[in-house]
């Protein structure tokens, strides 16, 4: 298939280019230059003046401020710039260079658009009703000579507005281009602040228009992944609408609640159960609003097209903004605003309780903890029998291990019997092995003092919602697997990386890329933890393409050589920005093999299973290469150094 008809095939039809060199005029503070404007109005007096009224009839050379604050008189010299030149002095020269600088790049643009027969349209600074059917939107960052943040906010608004008043239309796919330096960044918050997902969104520097296939590439990327893009937001939108119309209906439906239902409940059941009304009633609101999203079967409906998404990945665009271990960690946990309100239970602990030691106080060696910073406990005991006042004395509890979240230590694979994240105070990552084994009470009276505010020792450090809970619980009472539970997401960890050469000679050597362009991505983590992905993510990806085709082969390892070959070839390095490096053993202790997914072989369907891979490079962490790799480094392939930025 060829690229134009693999963009028409994806639905875009139309684009259009968005930029304010193609605004007739400048503005009003593109032009703020007080002695331009003083020696304009100096000059336009007696018969000059006549010139400029000739253009502008309310000119007053008396009304100087008003008039250098007037966009229709901007307009008007602007428009007659060549008639009254002499008079102008240099107020036209910064804007009228501005646009000569820019137009190599909107040319550029053009041509790219112009070469996938994407038919186009181009629009200055007031875009939003030539944007609004556009299937691709190619967007200036900064719309204003200033390149200051209103001319970027003025970005945001109005694109804001187009995707706002497409209607049922699928949302366009978004090229943002800037001559600014850091667009990394740059483009990860424009991108947040639209509220876009980075499959539909790609950046470049304008600098880079120019380069042969570069603009052509990002938006043959945006076409492969348009259908799949269009679906999971659709899925998103139709979420957040139905779930505010939920909100109005459960309000709805607890209105009918009156302070006499209040009463009725808490004198017929809470003063029994020993738990607050306000407490009480927050679980009902819960449960009330989840049920009436669960109504809305468009967003069921929504929700089917993301069964049928293509099995390649998607290649990442900025890995610092993308966290699963945050997402997971509101899947598993209550808010720690909602778990503390206070529930007026007996018990100051409740069924789910994670409990550990009270940050800056030191663990007693004889005291509840036994000394181990790395200990906590999971209250299995039922919520009923810790609310009510004649309920338990004694709670059981299961032990569990803090294991500190490291790719160079054993143990990160999800099990049953395996929480995969709590976060600490500090923002440190842990997951948590309990020991079903070992089982511990605690009673009343030792709870209040350990946990007391002044003089305790212990704290309450998460607690794990409902189903997370029970799916412990059955696993102590049963050993029968999860009852419930929703499947972890695959965590993941962001990081930094360097290649380097392995010589023949001996030694290294590490290949340069262009200054500014730096290797980020993300490890992978599956549910068993046994082997990992590492991809790189792809704003970074014609820089490394070309670093490694151009790599001389002479001075490498021979033994090394045939992996480099691979690497040559553009349809396996492309595998490095969207499956990754896969087949990474864990714990990376040490060096580990890594390869790339072999090409038209079926895959193991178990995440347990080493992937089918052809290996092409060698992953290491730290600064001491050689050393780690000792005599292996002659058959290392590439050398991929990684700084992990997230263990921990």
């Not at 049953?416 to 070992?438: C, E, H, K, M, Y």
Request: aromatic share 6%; glycine share 8%.
């Amino acid at each position: 298939m060829s690229d134009r008809q693999q963009v028409r095939d994806a639905g875009i039809r139309s684009a259009i280019i968005v930029d304010d060199g193609y605004d007739e005029a400048p503005q009003v503070a593109e032009l703020r230059g007080e002695g331009a404007w003083d020696s304009l109005f100096d000059d336009a007096q007696g018969a000059a003046a006549e010139r400029i009224a000739a253009i502008f009839p309310e000119y007053d050379p008396e009304n100087r401020e008003e008039l250098r604050n007037n966009q229709d008189f901007i307009d008007a010299l602007w428009q007659a710039r060549d008639a009254v030149e002499d008079l102008l002095g240099g107020l036209f020269d910064d804007y009228a260079q501005k646009l000569s600088d820019n137009r190599p790049f909107l040319d550029a643009a053009e041509a790219a658009l112009a070469a996938l027969e994407i038919p186009y349209r181009t629009c200055g600074r007031d875009f939003v009703d030539a944007a609004i059917e556009a299937d691709l939107i190619v967007i200036d960052l900064f719309l204003g000579i200033q390149q200051g943040a209103e001319d970027r906010e003025l970005t945001v608004e109005r694109l804001k507005q187009v995707l706002e008043r497409r209607g049922d239309r699928p949302l366009p796919s978004i090229v943002l281009m800037s001559q600014v330096p850091g667009i990394n960044e740059l483009a990860k918050d424009f991108r947040q602040d639209v509220q876009l997902h980075a499959s539909a969104f790609r950046h470049i520097r304008k600098n880079d228009l120019a380069k042969p296939g570069r603009m052509e590439g990002l938006i043959l990327t945006l076409a492969s992944q348009r259908s799949d893009s269009q679906a999971l937001a659709t899925f998103v939108e139709t979420w957040e609408r139905k779930a505010i119309e939920a909100v109005r209906a459960a309000a709805g439906t607890l209105r009918k609640i009156d302070i006499d239902d209040l009463q009725h409940i808490r004198s017929m059941l809470l003063r029994f159960e020993g738990l607050n009304t306000s407490s009480y009633m927050l679980d009902v609101f819960d449960r009330v609003l989840q049920y009436e999203i669960e109504s809305h079967s468009a967003v069921l409906d929504a929700a089917i097209p993301l069964d049928g998404m293509a099995d390649d990945p998607a290649p990442l665009m900025i890995s610092n903004d993308r966290d699963t271990y945050a997402v997971l960690e509101q899947t598993l946990f209550v808010n720690p605003k909602r778990r503390a309100h206070a529930t007026g239970a007996e018990w100051p602990i409740a069924f789910g309780d994670i409990l550990g030691t009270k940050p800056g106080i030191p663990v007693k060696r004889r005291g509840f903890f036994s000394g181990r910073h790395d200990l906590v406990f999971f209250v299995a005991s039922p919520e009923c029998d810790l609310i009510r006042k004649d309920g338990l004395t004694t709670a059981l509890l299961v032990t569990g291990a803090l294991k500190e979240i490291d790719m160079a230590k054993p143990g990160l694979a999800v099990t049953a019997s395996t929480t995969p994240v709590l976060v600490l105070q500090g923002g440190q990552r842990f997951q948590i092995d309990w020991n079903f084994g070992d089982l511990r009470t605690i009673n009343l009276k030792q709870a209040k003092r350990l946990l007391h505010p002044v003089r305790g020792d212990m704290s309450i450090v998460a607690r794990l919602r409902e189903g997370t809970a029970l799916s412990l619980r059955q696993q102590l009472l049963s050993n029968v697997g999860r009852v419930g539970e929703l499947a972890p997401l695959p965590r993941s960890l962001r990081f930094r990386a360097d290649l380097h050469l392995p010589l023949q000679q001996g030694g290294t050597q590490r290949i340069a890329l262009p200054e500014g362009v730096g290797i980020t991505g993300n490890v992978l983590i599956p549910r068993r933890g046994q082997f990992v992905a590492a991809i790189f993510d792809s704003n970074c990806e014609e820089e490394v393409t070309a670093a490694l085709l151009a790599v001389d082969l002479a001075p490498v390892s021979a033994r090394s050589r045939p992996m480099f070959e691979t690497l040559k070839e553009q349809t396996r390095s492309r595998q490095i920005f969207r499956s990754g490096f896969q087949g990474i053993e864990l714990p990376m202790s040490g060096p580990k093999a890594a390869g790339l997914l072999k090409l038209n072989e079926e895959q193991p369907e178990s995440d347990d299973k080493k992937p089918k891979i052809d290996k092409v490079a060698t992953i290491v962490k730290g600064d001491d290469i050689v050393e780690q790799l000792g005599e292996n480094l002659s058959r290392a392939g590439l050398i991929v150094q990684i700084q992990v930025d997230d263990e921990g």
